[in-house]
């Protein structure tokens, strides 16, 4: 089922993994720690497979981007709000994965 699914590796954004997360829609903080775990999990995969990735980044945090080397983002009507998936969720992976020296937005 949709709930059974923690997340899927999406698309690529230039330079980006996009990770889907089911929940956490509208700013609701409804994510489960299952889910935590798994993204730790992921990220941990993903740096190592591929270990010039620099930044981890919430959805909510992309447009923290704009005017950095990059933001290669040229259609102004594709920016949007976004609040997922919440301050908790990704300071919890990032105290879980801090030992990997990532940095967040700039």
């Not at 005017?67 to 879980?96: C, I, N, Q």
Request: charged share 30%.
């Amino acid at each position: 089922s949709r709930r059974q699914r923690q997340m899927c590796i999406r698309d690529s954004n230039y330079s980006a993994f996009g990770v889907e997360i089911e929940g956490g829609a509208g700013g609701v903080d409804n994510l489960t720690d299952a889910q935590i775990e798994a993204n730790i999990r992921l990220v941990r995969y993903l740096a190592r497979k591929y270990p010039t990735i620099q930044y981890l980044i919430g959805h909510m945090e992309y447009q923290d981007f704009e005017g950095h080397p990059l933001w290669l983002e040229l259609d102004d009507s594709y920016r949007t709000e976004k609040s997922d998936p919440g301050d908790r969720f990704m300071t919890a992976v990032r105290e879980a994965v801090a030992d990997l020296g990532l940095e967040g937005p700039p």
